[in-house]
T-cell receptor, first 114, second 115 residues
Framework: DVKVTQSSRYLVKRTGEKVFLECVQD?????MFWYRQDPGLGLRLIYF???????EKGDIPEGYSVSREKKERFSLILESASTNQTSMYLC?????????????FGPGTRLTVT | AQSVTQLDSQVPVFEEAPVELRCNYS??????LFWYVQYPNQGLQLLLK??????LVKGINGFEAEFNKSQTSFHLRKPSVHISDTAEYFC?????????????FGAGTRLFVKA
């Protein structure tokens, strides 16, 4: 079974702090994604990566950056956390070279910025 | 740009009753359609997918969905729900872009099964 793990289930940070959310997948997937999930808005894509050291902006990249130094690890960085970044963050991965486009999700990190 | 509309934000239903969760998408040359389920305090997991072929797709846990190209719909159905089906359900559409693909998710439908 594909396993996607996220470093924390719950996180509380103060406004202005630098926040790191880590995601690791164990199935050698090329593609990795970060979404945020808010009630009534579904999932919105923040950043994605199709290869090591490669990143692409999604629909809502403002206030976020990412890092992918190793294939299995994709980190989301909040340079200066703000209260409007309080949300559930979901990481996902998928293999390339197929046409299924199916994504495998981690359990999520619920981030609260006070 | 692709878009996905889930027509109901919440659907309450009694146990063993049938249920339909509605999903409409904006049209494109070719689409790949998905339903994901999110149980409380968990990530999303794939319920079923339509890539091509038969318009009636069967998934896990007794769910099925029908792709209707003329109505741009992909409604999810189950003939008899269980308490354990209480969860949030997301319809999604994927499209090929340079370098890979992009997936757009609907806002979600919260299914609440009552005893």
């Amino acid at each position: 079974d594909v396993k996607v793990t996220q470093s924390s289930r719950y996180l509380v940070k103060r406004t202005g702090e630098k926040v790191f959310l880590e995601c690791v997948q164990d199935m050698d997937h090329e593609n990795m994604f970060w979404y945020r999930q808010d009630p009534g808005l579904g999932l919105r894509l923040i950043y994605f990566s199709y290869d090591v050291k490669m990143k692409e902006k999604g629909d809502i990249p403002e206030g976020y950056s990412v890092s992918r130094e190793k294939k299995e690890r994709f980190s989301l960085i909040l340079e200066s956390a703000s209260t409007n970044q309080t949300s559930m963050y979901l990481c996902a991965s998928s293999p390339s070279g197929t046409s299924t486009y199916e994504q495998y999700f981690g359990p999520g990190t619920r981030l609260t910025v006070t | 740009a692709q878009s996905v509309t889930q027509l109901d934000s919440q659907v309450p239903v009694f146990e063993e009753a049938p249920v339909e969760l509605r999903c409409n998408y904006s049209s494109s040359v070719s689409v790949y359609l998905f339903w994901y389920v999110q149980y409380p305090n968990q990530g999303l997991q794939l319920l079923l997918k339509y890539l091509s072929g038969s318009t009636l797709v069967k998934g896990i846990n007794g769910f099925e969905a029908e792709f209707n190209k003329s109505q741009t719909s992909f409604h999810l159905r189950k003939p008899s729900v269980h308490i354990s089906d209480t969860a949030e359900y997301f319809c999604a559409v994927s499209d090929r872009i340079t370098g890979g693909f992009k997936t757009i998710f609907g806002a979600g439908t919260r299914l609440f099964v009552k005893a």
